[in-house]
């Protein structure tokens, strides 16, 4: 029987900050050359269009359109479908 120890869980909570931490620096040069037509920003269409609902899903939210409980459940229902 194995026992998992908070060092573990530590350990790999540090390992995934320190990975997102790296890609936070790249960020905003990314931007400036995306911006500049110099690199090429590709998203998938599948990606477009969950981003496309969460966001007038969140506008309904911000317009007072949508209380929180029902727009937590309806990005848990964009996110992961019940099938």
């Known amino acids: ?16 900050l320190i990975l997102l931490h790296r890609e936070a620096k790249c960020l905003p040069t990314q931007v400036k050359l995306i911006c500049e037509g110099k690199l090429k920003c590709v998203q998938r269409k599948l990606t477009f269009k969950l981003c496309k609902k969460i966001h007038s899903l ?21 996110y992961a479908p019940m099938t």
């Open 1 to 16: 029987m194995s026992v998992r120890t908070n060092k573990t869980s530590k350990d790999g909570i540090e390992g995934s």
């Open 58 to 78: 969140f506008n309904a939210y911000e317009n007072g359109e949508v209380y929180t409980s029902q727009f937590l459940k309806q990005c848990g229902r964009i």
